[in-house]
Nanobody
Framework: QVQLIESGGGLVQAGGSLRLSCAAS????????MGWFRQAPGKEREFVAA????????YNEDSVKGRFTISRDNSKNTVYLQMNSLNPDDTAVYYC????????????????WGQGTQVTVSS
């Protein structure tokens, strides 16, 4: 069982930056692949980025376009999402998620989820 708690969301102007953090409980964090997803009102949950147990990274290039960076610190049981050059289309609730084995862009393959953190980008 893994419990995930996101933080770092907030209100930012277009062009600004935020860093989201996701702290995980338990001693097995390093064995999980981690993902970030987001969901805007009235839209489906969307894959943002994922990082494997060994640091392999995938992004939703259509949405991220080189602006976001995912990273993890296994010594702190934490995964991060650095978001730069934010625009109003990035407004959403951002969720982190954990799954065993490899990464995936499909949200339904993840086993554990945080409660989400709101990111609002004003124009």
């Amino acid at each position: 069982q893994v419990q995930l708690i996101e933080s770092g969301g907030g209100l930012v102007q277009a062009g600004g930056s935020l860093r989201l953090s996701c702290a995980a409980s338990g001693r097995t964090f390093s064995t999980y692949a981690m993902g970030w997803f987001r969901q805007a009102p009235g839209k489906e949950r969307e894959f943002v980025a994922a990082i494997s147990r060994t640091g392999g990274i995938t992004y939703n290039e259509d949405s991220v376009k080189g602006r976001f960076t995912i990273s993890r610190d296994n010594s702190k049981n934490t995964v991060y999402l650095q978001m730069n050059s934010l625009n109003p289309d990035d407004t959403a609730v951002y969720y982190c998620a954990a799954k065993q084995y490899g990464t995936s862009g499909h949200w339904n393959l993840y086993d554990f989820w945080g409660q989400g953190t709101q990111v609002t980008v004003s124009s």
